[in-house]
């Protein structure tokens, strides 16, 4: 049976997305989310499915949009630090279930008299998720419905952003003195620079589709209800490339971005980031380029595929069968 994140995912993928997906479901049995729905009725408040070299990470707190506690929160940070562990899993995929992405902080947390606020904040790691520290590996955040205050931060730590065209972003935070401690001070001027920073962090105003993808906070638009499925074509889209290259890379773009001390530090690591693994990587591309792989623009075919040694045989014995059927009668 199909979960609810796959048949969302397979109906908004395109068509090789969704080939790839339906094999993958004809291929499993009942998944670890489903059977902990079967033996939960209200289900886990993060549910995981992976897809190929894709995982899908979901908030499923739907009865109060997705809003997060410190419980939720730490369950978050464990998802992803498995995500970041599989070396089968190249890019991550973050949304929400219900209709939408986060509502934030649940707040009901912070005003039972018996939580100490600074324990919520000082938590290692972030309140939202592992929000204090960049990831391993891509992470695409599908928003649709409400993305706001700890929800936005929570966008924010995500490397690129797929908005439903009626989604909803905003500090609303800002009307109860809800200060922002999960990186919204330092990611957001950094993604669409200061002043426009500020105007959105001090006013706490809502910031539509269309706003958002004008100024940078977004990078896509998609339809109502396909936020999913296109969030998993764009992470296959760069699931496809060889990721060591690709990382080094997205992690030179954040060193540069949050830690180098000069152009010439952040032009050093670069370089000397570029490892022996990565250099046989380029060398092997190239190889594969002159032998016309990649030609005039070409983005198809370009990962190589690894076959299993019986698919080699059966290959190799056609070719072999063939030939004798070519050769010339003398």
């Known amino acids: 049976m199909l979960s609810v994140m796959l048949k969302r995912t397979l109906c908004s993928a395109s068509g090789a997305s969704r080939a790839q997906i339906l094999r993958f479901c004809s291929a499993s049995t009942t998944s670890s989310s489903d059977e902990a729905m079967e033996n939960n009725p209200e289900g886990p408040a993060i549910l995981v499915e992976k897809m190929n070299n894709i995982t899908m990470i979901g908030l499923n707190k739907p ?71 960049n990831f391993k590996k891509p992470m695409v955040c599908a928003i649709s419905g409400y993305c ?69 906070l977004v990078n896509r638009i998609v339809a109502v209800g396909t936020g999913l499925g296109q969030a998993y074509n764009l992470a296959a889209s760069i699931a496809k490339y060889p990721q060591a290259c690709l990382n080094h890379d997205r992690t030179s773009m954040y060193y540069a971005t949050y830690q180098a001390k000069s152009l010439e530090d952040a032009m050093d690591f670069e370089v000397l980031s570029a490892g022996e693994e990565l250099l046989q990587q380029a060398t092997k591309g190239a190889e594969r380029f002159m032998q016309g792989v990649g030609k005039h623009g070409k983005f198809t075919d370009i990962k190589e595929r690894l076959l299993p040694d019986w698919e080699k045989e059966e290959i190799a014995h056609e070719i072999a069968t063939k030939g004798k059927q070519l050769k010339p009668k003398l």
């Open 63 to 133: 009865a109060i949009r997705n809003a997060i506690n410190s419980e939720m929160g730490q369950q978050l940070v464990a998802a992803i630090d498995a995500f970041e562990k599989d070396e089968t899993a190249d890019v991550g995929i973050l949304h929400g279930i219900g209709g939408s992405f986060c509502a934030g902080y649940d707040l009901s947390e912070l005003a039972n008299q018996n939580v100490k606020p600074q324990s919520v904040i000082l938590q290692r790691g972030g309140v939202m998720g592992p929000t204090r520290r």
């Open 148 to 216: 706001v205050a700890g929800g936005l931060e929570l966008a924010l730590m995500c490397d690129l952003r797929v908005m439903e065209e009626l989604a909803i972003l905003g500090f609303y935070n800002r009307r109860f003195g809800v200060p922002l401690v999960d990186g919204g001070t330092i990611r957001l001027p950094a993604l669409i620079g200061v002043s426009r920073a500020m105007d959105l962090v001090l006013t706490g105003r809502t910031v539509k589709a269309k706003e958002a993808l004008e100024i940078g």
